[in-house]
């Protein structure tokens, strides 16, 4: 079932997500499953300012784009050692290495690693299309981790991040959302107006490839955590 919580705004909802994260490792979680995007970057900041310890335990990251190196300030590498891993180490990070040079070979070995950590708590954005991870509409809901295309409306969103909307890569790694259904618990935030749309397709609309979010409705231990302004819309 979807427990859904409607906050303030990011800052509230942040500390929410917090608290579930502190909870869920107090209680002897392993592997946590992390996202990027601007979503989470307050959950981030508040497990880097608290005191908790992550030497003994796993994260797996949802995704990272095909072609860019772990260096690039753009890549999700990138991302996670500036918000978490530099100040929060864990005793091992699992990132989808965007400069594979076989995909399919990439591809399995990111199955592999998901398949031996077993994600205990799945942190997730929310794409203005719907998407997690990179599973844009139409991704199958027993999908793997594959290499993807990015829709135009995700290139033209993430484009925010870089110099030129021509810089943004076109393809990427992405956890499927067979994966993503697997883990023991998903906490989903959603900030903003911009998501208003796809919040209410996730929560009321039909459980449907078109919206991948929307398979949440079928997971039980899923809470959504929206601002006002995402839930505008229910
Ligand atoms: C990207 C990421 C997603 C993220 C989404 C929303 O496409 N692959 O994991 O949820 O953007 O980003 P933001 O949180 O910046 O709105």
């Known amino acids: 079932m979807m427990k859904v919580t409607i906050v303030k705004d990011s800052v509230e909802g942040s500390q929410k997500a917090t608290e579930l994260v502190l909870k869920a490792v107090k209680n002897g979680a392993k592997v946590l499953g992390l996202a990027t995007g601007s979503t989470p970057e307050g959950l981030y900041k508040n497990l880097v300012n608290s005191d908790v310890d992550f030497t003994k335990m796993v994260s797996v990251n949802l995704d ?67 998407h997690i991870g990179f599973n844009e509409p139409g991704s199958p809901f027993d999908g793997q981790t594959r290499k993807v295309a990015l829709t135009e409306s995700t290139i033209e969103a993430n484009s925010r991040n870089f110099a030129h909307e021509t810089d943004v890569p076109k393809y990427a790694y992405s956890m499927g959302i067979g994966s993503i259904m697997k883990s023991h618990h998903i906490i989903l935030m959603a900030w903003g107006k911009e998501k208003a749309d796809a919040v209410k397709a996730m929560i009321e609309g039909p459980v449907t490839e078109d919206c991948p979010a929307s398979i949440l409705q079928k997971k039980h231990n899923v809470t959504i955590i929206i601002d006002q302004a995402a839930a505008a819309k229910l």
Request: proline content about 6%.
């Open 64 to 130: 990272e784009y095909v072609g860019l190196a772990p260096e690039n300030d753009q890549s999700y590498h990138y991302f996670m050692a500036k918000h978490l891993f530099d100040a929060k180490p864990f005793s091992k990070s699992y990132v989808p290495n965007g400069l594979a040079k076989d995909a399919a070979t990439e591809v399995a070995r990111y199955n592999k690693i998901i398949a031996d950590n077993p994600i205990d708590l799945q942190i997730l954005g929310l794409g203005r299309n719907g």
